[in-house]
């Protein structure tokens, strides 16, 4: 009877120390949501945070600016408008970003552009 208790916490232990390893594991996945609507286009990432040097970079290159992120802890919330007009919100912290563009202040070639940086993250983030 002791060996059988002892046998059923050790089962016990393993579902409970298996069930840690993939609740923490979990929280380094990626996740990519967008939202399409016929007036706004939405962009949501979630990833390991360790990712977000090379999203911050990315971002730079393609909104062509070298000031936009000052450092890998940065928090980043505030409306962005491009030298050709592009207008967007961004929201961004290690680990998590957010773009919205309201296709009814933007052209069709600006609303491109987000849709064309936005799916670039997703092979940055793979």
Same mark, same amino acid.
């Given at each position: 009877?002791?060996?059988?208790? +002892?046998?059923?916490?050790?089962? &016990?232990? !393993?579902?409970?120390?298996?069930?840690?390893?993939?609740?923490?594991? %979990?929280?380094?996945?990626? +996740?990519?949501?967008?939202?399409?609507?016929?007036?706004?286009?939405?962009? %949501?990432? !979630?990833?390991?945070?360790?990712?977000?040097?090379? &999203?911050?970079?990315? #971002?730079?290159?393609? #909104?062509?600016?070298?000031?936009?992120?000052?450092?890998?802890?940065?928090?980043?919330?505030?409306?962005?408008?491009?030298?050709?007009?592009?207008?967007?919100?961004?929201?961004?912290?290690?680990?998590?970003?957010?773009?919205? #563009?309201?296709?009814?202040? +933007?052209?069709?070639?600006?609303?491109?552009?987000?849709?064309?940086?936005?799916?670039?993250?997703?092979?940055? #983030?793979?």
């Amino acid at each position: 009877m002791k060996g059988f208790m +002892n046998n059923k916490l050790m089962i &016990v232990f !393993s579902l409970f120390v298996l069930i840690a390893f993939s609740s923490c594991h %979990y929280r380094h996945n990626t +996740n990519i949501s967008i939202h399409e609507q016929r007036d706004s286009y939405e962009f %949501y990432a !979630s990833y390991n945070e360790n990712k977000t040097p090379k &999203v911050q970079r990315y #971002l730079d290159e393609r #909104l062509g600016s070298s000031e936009f992120y000052k450092s890998e802890l940065d928090n980043y919330d505030r409306t962005e408008v491009m030298n050709d007009d592009t207008k967007f919100y961004i929201q961004s912290e290690p680990g998590r970003l957010k773009i919205k #563009l309201d296709k009814r202040e +933007n052209t069709e070639a600006s609303y491109k552009r987000v849709k064309h940086i936005c799916d670039g993250l997703k092979d940055v #983030l793979k």
